[in-house]
């Protein structure tokens, strides 16, 4: 069936870059998704990637998509304070509706 | 910056009430959406809705659960007896034409706790 995966937490330093990964199971997906939730807030678009592209990089942002393992990875470098989020994974199924995966809580340390 | 705006940010009911969660996209789109996101659980899709008519609907969406955009600026979703499992984060969506790409808005939310 239609699931996305991700790891639930990630902690890590002020100034190191963090890496999330997602994996994702409709090979069909035309577009993948990282969305950013702080507490209290709804659902940021933060970057997204289409399914012919291998890479996207936008400033501080990287993504990275690998079709055949099914794999998407985000990576935040100079990792900062303001970055303490949830991000959610997301391959779209069908126009406008969305896979989330359970999100990564990444906790950025002093 | 446009954004999607959803009212109230939080609302409290009792079991067996209906409510209405509403909603503002972004005023040039065309496609609405609402996801729901129990506690600690995935965001999920309920419904998408264009030209006025729902264009698909999850198995969560049962008949409860009704959409209307009673006017040009306005989305809702209606719960009409709620239930205790329907306590939840609601995000409403939108997006713009397709050939853009279907790059979806969410709004902030609106928590709803049913006691």
């Known amino acids: 069936g239609e699931d996305v995966e991700q790891s639930l937490f990630l902690s890590v330093r002020e100034g190191d870059s963090s890496v999330i990964n997602c994996t994702y199971t409709?090979?069909?997906?035309?577009?993948l998704y990282w969305y950013k939730q702080e507490p209290g807030a709804g659902l940021q678009l933060l970057t997204y990637?289409?399914?012919?592209?291998d890479m996207k990089q936008d400033q501080r942002l990287t993504v990275l998509l690998n079709k055949k393992d099914k794999h998407l990875s985000l990576r935040i470098a100079d990792t900062q304070t303001g970055d303490s989020a949830i991000y959610f994974c997301?391959?779209?199924?069908?126009?406008?509706?969305?896979?989330f995966g359970a999100g990564t809580q990444v906790v950025v340390t002093p | 910056e446009p954004e999607v705006t959803q009212t109230p940010s939080h609302q409290v009911t009792q079991m067996g009430q209906e409510v209405i969660l509403r909603c503002v996209p972004i005023s040039n789109h065309l496609y609405f959406y609402w996801y729901r996101q129990i506690l600690g659980q995935k965001v999920e899709f309920l419904v998408s809705f264009y030209n006025n008519e729902i264009s698909e609907k999850s198995e969560i969406f049962d008949d409860q659960f009704s959409v209307e955009r009673p006017d040009g600026s306005n989305f809702t979703l209606k719960i009409r007896s709620t239930k205790l499992e329907d306590s939840a984060m609601y995000f409403c969506?939108?997006?713009?034409?397709?050939?853009?790409?279907?790059?979806?808005?969410f709004g902030q939310g609106t928590r709803l706790t049913v006691v």
């Open positions: 997301a391959e779209i199924i069908s126009w406008g509706k969305l896979q």
């Open positions: 990637i289409f399914s012919n592209m």
């Open positions: 969506a939108s997006s713009g034409q397709i050939a853009e790409g279907t790059e979806a808005f």
């Open positions: 409709d090979s069909s997906s035309t577009y």
